[in-house]
């Protein structure tokens, strides 16, 4: 079956949705946070342990997949279900994002990408129809359309052509996209211009696709301008389809988005921080490393309900990183997705009572203490 949004609620005071997503592994509430498994596992995760913290949506990664283990062999196995047993709905992104990463500009041609292999520097082209083609096989319940990852900055000219060219690729995709079982997004471009948000929402929208994403954020851009890019996507985005953020895994950064009318959201933050000892905290990051919690025999946080905090100390966790144990890194990033599973369910109630700015404003004294956010100079600088 198709995904199918439905509003629930908006919230008085802002754009905030509640909403329920029903997929082909059950329905889920909105606002959501979608952990990333990139290569088919979310790292140091079981699905097991994702189910006890109440994931729902996972992602995987159309590039990585198509390079190891290749899309045949997991359509071999019964499509991504089966071959990583995970018993819930996933989505693939497009593969954009890493083949921008490693093209040149002029490899960008109208056809596709050219690019090389970041395993063994192999030759290879991406065309929209080449990644609909691989998400079809890999079979997961959403496919996202190829779409042109821009930089930022970047100039009015070079993003207007880009967006005529996402609006082609979408369009392409579409056309050869045959996956019954599947949904299909399209990918929201344009830059920090309104207008040509604006335009290529509209176009999307014209096409016709079973949701929507928000692109070209996250890329180095101040906080404000990223809330900028995201208010003119989602202002011209229909009520009746689901809303994702691509990329966007920084506490304040999913709160904001849900103030702005984004519904889910995903990132690699909370497992890649976990690796480098860290974890999310009602009271900012903390780095376990740090020597002040080797006699530290508390919880990370005493109100978390997740496997780590009920079981162990920051003084054992910090035993384990230090020494390089793998159960450290696995502990922590069960705390950190948890915590921004939690984040949502809280969003999900303040929707309900309307009370999403104040939530917002409390979160933003604890986590930063008083700090002034929208003045760091680059997004992520407080990751």
């Known amino acids: 079956m198709k995904i199918k949004y439905t509003l629930i609620k908006k919230e008085d005071n802002t754009k905030a949705r509640l909403g329920k997503l029903e997929t082909n592994y059950g329905t889920y509430d909105t606002p959501m946070f979608m952990p990333v498994g990139t290569r088919a596992s979310v790292k140091g995760v079981s699905p097991k342990e994702l189910h006890e913290i109440n994931s729902g949506i996972i992602l995987a990664n159309t590039y990585h997949l198509w390079l190891r283990p290749g899309e045949d062999i997991v359509n071999k196995a019964g499509g991504l279900h089966k071959f990583m047993g995970y018993d819930g709905p996933i989505l693939t992104d497009s593969g954009g994002f890493q083949v921008f990463s490693l093209a040149r500009p002029k490899d960008i041609t109208e056809e596709g990408v050219k690019f090389k292999s970041h395993i063994d520097g192999t030759k290879l082209f991406l065309t929209p129809e080449k990644s609909i083609e691989i998400q079809n096989k890999l079979d997961s319940d959403i496919a996202m359309s190829f779409d042109e990852c821009i930089p930022y900055p970047a100039t009015r000219e070079y993003v207007e052509k880009s967006i005529e060219r996402t609006i082609r690729w979408a369009k392409r995709g579409k056309d050869v996209f045959n996956n019954e079982r599947q949904s299909l997004f399209g990918i929201v471009q344009g830059g920090e211009y309104e207008d040509l948000r604006k335009k ?85 990051k903390i780095n376990l490393k740090n020597a002040k919690f080797k006699e530290d025999f508390t919880p990370i946080e005493e109100t978390c309900d997740c496997y780590a905090c009920k079981n162990f100390t920051k003084a054992y966790i910090r035993h384990l990183v230090t020494v390089d144990e793998m159960f450290g890194s696995t502990l922590l990033s069960i705390h950190n997705l948890r915590f921004l599973i939690r984040l949502t369910e809280d969003l999900r109630e303040c929707i309900k009572n309307n009370n999403i700015l104040e939530y917002r404003d409390e979160f933003i004294k604890n986590y930063y203490h008083g700090e002034d956010y929208l003045n760091k100079k680059t997004k992520g600088q407080d990751d």
């Open 200 to 284: 290529c929402t509209e176009e999307l929208v014209k096409i016709g696709f079973d949701g929507f994403s928000i692109g070209g954020t996250s890329v180095g851009e101040n906080k404000e301008t990223m809330y900028k890019m995201v208010e003119y996507s989602t202002k011209y985005l229909p009520e009746d389809k689901v809303r994702y953020l691509m990329g966007v895994g920084d506490p304040i950064d999913i709160i904001e988005g849900v103030i702005r009318g984004v519904d889910i959201f995903d990132c690699v933050l909370p497992t890649r921080i976990a690796r480098h000892g860290n974890a999310f905290t009602k009271y900012g």
